[in-house]
Nanobody
Framework: QVQLVESGGGLVQAGGSLRLSCAAS????????MGWYRQAPGKQRELVAG???????NYADSVKGRFIVSRDNAKNTVYLQMNSLMPEDTAVYYC?????????????WGQGTQVTVSA
């Protein structure tokens, strides 16, 4: 059983910062890519930032230069440092981990954490 537990969401004013964390419990399982997605009301879930097990990152154009994704492989934890937040960043943020299961991989999701940016 793999569980992802997110923390760090909340309410912040525009221009402020937040740091999200997501810890994966995946005993004796290899974790490949990890990442953050978000879903705003009435919109589809979208990729915010991803990071491979070797540290290669990718970002949505809307957050480049403002958000930084990182991970601690020893702790199976992925982080999202969000700076210069804007009201349009308001959404529920979900972390995802791609985990080895036998000879396959499976995607696991966290429960989501609300980020609200006030103007």
């Amino acid at each position: 059983q793999v569980q992802l537990v997110e923390s760090g969401g909340g309410l912040v004013q525009a221009g402020g910062s937040l740091r999200l964390s997501c810890a994966a419990s995946a005993t004796n399982r290899r974790i490949y890519d990890m990442g953050w997605y978000r879903q705003a009301p009435g919109k589809q879930r979208e990729l915010v930032a991803g990071i491979t097990s070797t540290g290669v990152t990718n970002y949505a154009d809307s957050v480049k230069g403002r958000f930084i994704v990182s991970r601690d492989n020893a702790k199976n934890t992925v982080y999202l440092q969000m700076n210069s937040l804007m009201p349009e960043d308001t959404a529920v943020y979900y972390c995802k981990a791609v985990v080895a299961v036998s000879v396959f991989t499976m995607d696991y999701w966290g429960q989501g954490t609300q980020v609200t940016v006030s103007a």
